[in-house]
């Protein structure tokens, strides 16, 4: 039986990706000092995390290892006498039920159950968070992505991923305070590696000798790159879209065809957005200093620091993302060649990835 299991449930775009990175990369150190990653790799986490929420489409789609990646972890760490981590965002919007469920597996696995959340600025989120969408085929824009946000329309997922005392309160039910740990991403200015060594600090893992610097490239997009994405998306027909062809886009398209076609540029939040992001934000810092939930870091990290220059997606020009859209075909050995128009390289992009994936 497990001594402690540590459940990090998200948020989601608060530097999970990095940190999942390191912890992979570093598995067999991290085994040696005592702290087991479950499984053989991220795909058996999410797959569990799937599982857990209940992600109809996907988990339609899996055989029957990724079926019973839950319990595989379960039973993985109920063999083991050390601690252990498992690790996905998707957990954080999990049916109430299916939380206190998930809870109880890990209780007879271990002999305390721990729950980590990490979370970062709504100011860096936002952006980030439509960039995210995106990869996965959304076509709202960006203008409209924000809107939805602030006025919750549609049931917006976004903030069951990113209300942060809400998720806490959620997966802290029926654990004691101290084992519902917040873990603030620090603000900007401040070092990469301070997130590691403040989630290495619940983890009671000590970090001397390990690496803190992951090896995965960064694959966050450009303003004119994640627009120029938006706008393939409107290409791709709604049949064709799948979770197999979200994964090839997220997986080789961004990565090895898009990423750094155009140059680097931040993305702007509007200013009529910035009082209520503000708004918001103190309340949840509010709510966390109130709160019992171990804090790890400054919880006024969470207050936004927006800025008033630069541009949003939406003031792109067509020049730019013709211009990047051909780099892509380029990268991509389009036939024919790149077209003159836009919306002919966004035709012809569209249709090599649908192409590729049925190649595929």
Known sequence: MARRAFLHV?????????????WWQQHDGLRDRGLLLPGSGRRDHFAAAAVVKGMTDVVATFGVRELDAWGRLVDEARAWSGDVLITNEHFSD???EAVAAALADLSGAADEVHVVLTARDLGRV??????????????????RFLATVRRGEDDQKFWRYQDVPAILDLWSAGLP??????VVVPAPGALREELWLRTSAV????PAGLETEARRANDSLS?????L???VNERVPRPRRSPALTRHVKGTFVPQALAGAAPREGFAVPERHHDWIRDRSEQAVAAVRASSYDVVGDPGDLLPALRAEGRTPDQVTEEELLAAARVVLDRLGADPPAPDSLDGALDVVAA???????AG
């Open 203 to 206: 983890l009671g893992l000590d």
């Open 126 to 143: 936002l952006p980030s968070a439509w960039q995210q969408r995106v990869k996965m085929g959304a076509r709202q824009p960006y203008r």
């Open 229 to 231: 994405l938006r706008r």
């Open 177 to 182: 305070p101290a084992r519902a740990h917040l």
């Open 94 to 96: 999990t049916p109430p």
């Open 352 to 358: 090599d990835l649908l192409a590729r994936f049925s």
């Open 223 to 227: 303003l004119v790159e994640a627009e």
């Open 10 to 22: 998200g948020t989601a775009k608060s530097g999970t990706s990095f940190l999942q990175d390191l």
